[in-house]
T-cell receptor, first 112, second 114 residues
Framework: GEDVEQSLFLSVREGDSSVINCTYTDSSSTYLYWYKQEPGAGLQLLTYIFSNMDMKQDQRLTVLLNKKDKHLSLRIADTQTGDSAIYFCAERRSGNTGKLIFGQGTTLQVKP | SQTIHQWPATLVQPVGSPLSLECTVEGTSNPNLYWYRQAAGRGLQLLFYSIGIGQISSEVPQNLSASRPQDRQFILSSKKLLLSDSGFYLC?????????????FGAGTRLSVL
């Protein structure tokens, strides 16, 4: 299909790890992204991964890419209440216009 | 450093009224520019993008139009708003240089059409 798919909701306890999953559509996508949106705000780029990589780690964030299954995940270690937000994955389709295709977003709820 | 500005932050408009949302980027030249809409509880839908002054590509048929009168200015317009135009509108830009794969977003405009 044409859609980038994400589960809509995830609830975790503070201090636990969170794993947000995403399935994208275009095997030729060059870059895949994770954005964070806090209430009423724009999107903040968290991290991104080039399609020839399997994993990228940046402090508490770990991105895993399974290109064969077109599956992307974001792991947040030691989740904090400030991590509560909507998380969007996005793929950059091939071509030079830079268009991104976004998933519907996963709402992460962190309980104290 | 580069920054992106959108205004207004919030707008309440009656059905049938015109619309003009503005987005400007500072600290870069010849960016690619994008308008997205986020309906309540939904993901982002790309509405328009522009790779240069006067060049506008529309992604979906709709009641809206876009213009790029200057290199770093992107405007979203409507002659007559519909109820279905309500949503959160986000402007974004990418560099056409080495960082061209990173898309940065403005703070958004929340539009309510009543």
């Amino acid at each position: 299909g044409e859609d980038v798919e994400q589960s809509l909701f995830l609830s975790v306890r503070e201090g636990d790890s969170s794993v947000i999953n995403c399935t994208y559509t275009d095997s030729s996508s060059t870059y895949l992204y994770w954005y964070k949106q806090e209430p009423g705000a724009g999107l903040q780029l968290l991290t991104y991964i080039f399609s020839n990589m399997d994993m990228k780690q940046d402090q508490r964030l770990t991105v895993l890419l399974n290109k064969k299954d077109k599956h992307l995940s974001l792991r947040i270690a030691d989740t904090q209440t400030g991590d509560s937000a909507i998380y969007f994955c996005a793929e950059r389709r091939s071509g030079n216009t830079g268009k991104l295709i976004f998933g519907q977003g996963t709402t992460l709820q962190v309980k104290p | 450093s580069q920054t992106i500005h959108q205004w207004p932050a919030t707008l309440v408009q009656p059905v049938g009224s015109p619309l003009s949302l503005e987005c400007t980027v500072e600290g870069t030249s010849n960016p690619n520019l994008y308008w997205y809409r986020q309906a309540a509880g939904r993901g982002l839908q790309l509405l328009f993008y522009s790779i240069g002054i006067g060049q506008i590509s529309s992604e979906v048929p709709q009641n809206l139009s876009a213009s790029r009168p200057q290199d770093r200015q992107f405007i979203l317009s409507s002659k007559k708003l519909l109820l279905s135009d309500s949503g959160f509108y986000l402007c974004a830009w990418t560099s056409t240089g080495l960082a061209k794969n990173i898309q940065y977003f403005g703070a958004g405009t929340r539009l309510s059409v009543l």
